[in-house]
């Protein structure tokens, strides 16, 4: 189904204060101007995309000025709970009895007819749909859960309000495969970074396409042909210089040649009949044996960096190894002549977890020896949660690793469990739209349905995001887009899963999720900028967003498919609906409709010579870093050595989705190679002399504050 014109319902309900044609028992035109508002009724019905009556269904009215808009989010209150009571803004209205009573409200008959008393014209209304106590089909919230409306924008025919179905408890997995017989318009979808994320290496299958990743390609071309690492002219890389402060980067990596310090191992990249491998050889111990590990999958590569996934001997899982952060076509790219080493074309992962001190303890000595990591670093353990449909997990009992199979879907990228059928190891249609093989045997069944069968079979048994309201709409990402730990019983931590081991199923709730599927409920403190509003880490989206006055207001609760199109149907970045990049585009202008150029010199004081700059160059800063990042400010002429941390300041890679604009405070107080990425030094500062542009406070003030409450 495709979804309705919010915004155009939104309009609407403004200008029918105004306009009145038509509406609902003949009060159009009639504003309220004495001083009591007048009170009506309403009407309308509930169905599902089909037109089936849903009911037995509570249809409530919400007051949008009950909404909490002034109490912040913070980090510290997503960490400890306390705002738990309003981060779901319509959800926990209706947790509180005492409110929920007065609202005006009413149960949908057999034909999903529904009538309500009160509504006061001088008000806004969501409309929010609760399944009956009995009714295991749908799912809360409805159409117009997400967009306030005035009664008197209400027709005469009263409001259609459409729910979405779930799938049924004992529903399994049946592959994108299976979804693409009947859905064959969806396959854009084959060119989302969820599809092509996890790629055999070298292969594609027939449900991968690469054709908006022009670049993925890249790090496998740095395997040399060779019929073993020793040949001539393989690629090599220098792991030096260890430091156990470090995360999962404890090497410096170089390319070609060493760095200048002390090597402790090389690693060698070749590819011999279409296999790709990897060899380690000590250094310091001359009698280890190298390690040769077979790539078995590539991880990203859509976005700024790709992993390799590499066998283990005597081994099942894969284990995560090496990363690569040069795609050229990407606004995000590792350079070797920049002074951070975390910023180059190749950037260590995991290398320390296949490197360890002999018996002296001590890196760094002539018995250091190559390794294998611990069992429970799998991709499949600590990753595949998020990135396989139809996710189990377990244990080996004969390795102790943590191992995940998929849902078997004949165009799987990979085989995980060995048995010669391959799995959905990327992110499936039912990753979004839940198990759908009661979807496809109503869907079979109305293909060709029995003889006097008069029910219809269609669009039932599967969830459909654009029809939830947009807090269950977000979770549906935001199980995988932040970094929780999860409640898992076998050693998984940053995947979110039950005490069973299972993961949430899209149309949760927040709270079900909080409940139940997590034990740390976004990332840890310290991976925030000194603001603590907005994250340096790569999976922070989701609580920022909760951050935001999107997320929470008196107009139109967002939700991430209100600005990205989930099935790549788009050529735009992150396949967004609009193009960002224009200052015109209805990306924004379509809610914040602004001049751009007055806006800026309002904010700055700094006028524009025409209208250059773009809404999310302000408001969406790359504070946080997935790849290499880019260069925002340069103060001087770089050197290529450590005093460039006092030349460069850096744009990230991955937006902040608070939509506030970060200040140059936040920048302030330490060397520019280690400061907040903000506006002030990288969307003006590249153009501008940024010591001249002022700042002054957002007119709108701002709604988050840090743990001690301060703005």
């Known amino acids: 189904m495709e979804k309705r014109n919010r915004i155009s319902f939104w309009m609407l309900g403004v200008l029918a204060g105004v306009a009145g044609c038509g509406l609902y028992l003949g009060r159009a035109g009639a504003l309220n101007t004495g001083t009591s508002p007048l009170t009506v009724p309403a009407g309308g019905i509930v169905t599902d995309t089909q037109s089936r009556p849903v009911v037995g269904a509570k249809v409530y ?32 209205i209706l947790a509180n009895a005492a409110v929920t009573k007065k609202l005006p409200q009413a149960t949908t008959n057999a034909k999903g007819k529904f009538r309500v008393a009160g509504l006061k014209t001088n008000l806004m209304y969501y409309v929010f749909v609760k399944p009956g106590v009995n009714d295991a089909n749908h799912l809360p919230g409805g159409d117009l859960s997400r967009l306030a409306l005035s009664p008197n924008a209400i027709p005469r025919s009263g409001v259609h309000v459409q729910v979405s179905w779930t799938p049924p408890p004992d529903a399994t997995y049946i592959g994108t495969t299976a ?200 991709f499949e353990g600590q990753c595949a949660g998020c990135h396989f449909t139809g996710n189990a997990v377990m244990k080996d009992a004969g390795t102790q690793e943590l191992l995940a199979s998929a849902v078997p879907d004949i165009n799987g990228a990979f085989d995980p469990t060995g048995n010669g059928q391959p799995e959905e190891v990327n992110v499936g249609c039912e990753a979004c739209h839940g198990p759908g093989s009661t979807h496809r045997a109503e869907a079979l069944i109305a293909v060709n349905p029995p003889p006097k069968d008069k029910t219809n079979h269609k669009a039932k048994y599967i969830v459909n995001p654009a029809l939830l309201g947009a807090d269950r709409a977000s ?10 730990l999860g409640n898992s019983q076998i050693g998984v931590r940053e995947v979110p899963l039950n005490n069973m081991e ?24 310290d991976q925030l900028w000194q603001d603590e509003i907005h994250p340096k880490i790569h999976r922070g989206q989701y609580s920022t967003w909760l951050k935001s006055a999107h997320a929470r207001n008196a107009r139109q609760m967002l939700a991430c498919d209100d600005c990205h199109n989930e099935h790549g149907d788009s050529t735009y970045e992150r396949f967004l609906l609009y193009d960002p990049t224009d200052s015109n585009s209805p990306l924004c202008q379509r809610c914040h409709a602004l001049d751009v150029a007055a806006h800026t010199l309002a904010e700055t004081g700094s006028a524009m010579n025409g209208v250059s700059q773009t809404c999310i160059g302000c408001h969406m800063e790359r504070t946080a870093r997935s790849g290499a990042g880019l260069p925002g400010l340069i103060l001087g002429t770089p050197t290529g050595t450590a005093s460039d941390v006092n030349l460069y300041y850096w ?27 903000v506006p002030y030094t990288n969307a003006c500062g590249t153009c501008h002399d940024a010591s001249k542009l002022q700042y002054q406070q957002n007119a709108y003030g701002s709604i988050h504050a840090r743990r001690d409450g301060k703005p």
């Not at 808009?69 to 779901?88: R, V």
């Not at 590792?334 to 001190?357: H, L, N």
Request: proline share 5%.
């Open 502 to 525: 299972q993961f949430p199923l899209p149309g949760i709730s927040r709270a079900e999720f909080l409940a139940n599927y997590v034990t740390r409920k976004s990332f840890a403190l």
């Open 61 to 92: 009215f919400i007051n949008t000025a009950l909404i909490n808009t002034t109490s912040p989010i913070t980090a510290i209150g997503i960490l400890n709970g306390s705002t738990e009571s309003y981060d779901e803004p319509l959800e926990d």
């Open 651 to 677: 744009r990230n890679d991955l937006a902040s989705h608070v939509m506030d604009v970060p200040t140059k405070f936040s920048a302030a107080g330490v060397p520019p190679g280690t400061a907040m990425p």
């Open 179 to 378: 979804c693409y017989l009947c859905h064959n318009d969806k396959t854009n979808f084959k060119k989302h970074a969820h599809q092509v994320g996890l790629q055999s290496a070298g292969k594609l299958t027939a449900n991968q396409d690469l054709s908006a990743h022009p670049s993925m390609g890249q790090f496998l071309a740095k395997f040399t042909p060779a019929a073993a690492y020793t040949a001539s002219g393989v690629k090599v890389l220098f792991y030096e210089d260890y430091d156990g402060t470090r995360g999962l980067d404890k090497f410096k990596v170089y390319e070609d040649a060493s760095g200048g310090g002390k090597v402790y191992m090389k690693v060698y990249l070749w590819q011999t009949s279409g296999a790709y491998k990897v060899t380690l050889v000590n250094q310091l111990n001359s009698s280890d044996v190298p390690l040769t590990l077979d790539v078995q999958l590539t991880y990203g590569g859509a976005f700024f960096r790709q992993l390799l996934l590499v066998d283990a001997p005597g081994r099942k899982g894969r284990y995560p190894f090496l990363q690569f952060q040069a795609f050229s076509d990407e606004i995000s790219q590792g350079k070797d002549t920049y002074y951070d080493t975390t910023r180059k074309v190749f950037r260590d992962y995991g290398g320390a977890t296949f490197f360890v001190p002999g018996t002296d303890g001590i890196y760094g000595t002539a018995d250091d020896v190559l390794t294998l990591p611990a069992p429970t670093e799998t």
């Open 475 to 484: 979770m549906i990402c935001g199980r995988c887009h932040e970094q929780v």
